[in-house]
């Protein structure tokens, strides 16, 4: 059974900036792509930045890009987002994803993966 563990979220101020981590463990594990999405109260689930492991094509929400860089370590299977300029709008769980089928999808309903996620709170 293949396990997602995220990490690194935490409480920080506007205009601060975190890194999220997300490790596969269990069985062998080739995803075709990876993403990340984050959850606020009361809100649905939204695409946030998603990674081709094929190819390596990236794709991010515009309400992060240009703050927020995924990326992946192939030495420790480790997928990452880096994020800078944070908001409080960026306050949210923020969950990492796969999928083994090919495509780039922003819906959550197109990955079968997820972890347990991680709380990204921005506040003064």
């Known amino acids: 059974q293949v396990q997602l563990v995220e990490s690194g979220g935490g409480l920080v101020q506007p205009g601060g900036s975190l890194r999220l981590s997300c490790v596969a463990s269990?069985?062998?594990?080739?995803?075709?792509?990876m993403a990340w999405f984050r959850q606020a109260p009361g809100k649905e689930r939204e695409f946030v930045a998603h990674?081709?492991?094929?190819?390596?094509?990236?794709t991010y929400a515009d309400s992060v890009k240009g703050r927020f860089t995924i990326s992946r370590d192939n030495a420790d299977d480790t997928l990452y987002l880096q994020m800078y300029g944070l908001k409080p709008d960026d306050t949210a769980v923020y969950y990492c994803?796969?999928?083994?089928?090919?495509?780039?999808?922003?819906?959550?309903?197109?990955?079968?993966?997820w972890g347990q996620g991680t709380q990204v709170t921005v506040s003064s």
């Open positions: 269990g069985h062998t594990f080739t995803p075709y792509s």
């Open positions: 990674l081709s492991l094929i190819g390596s094509a990236i």
């Open positions: 994803a796969a999928t083994t089928f090919p495509g780039v999808t922003r819906s959550p309903t197109g990955y079968g993966y």
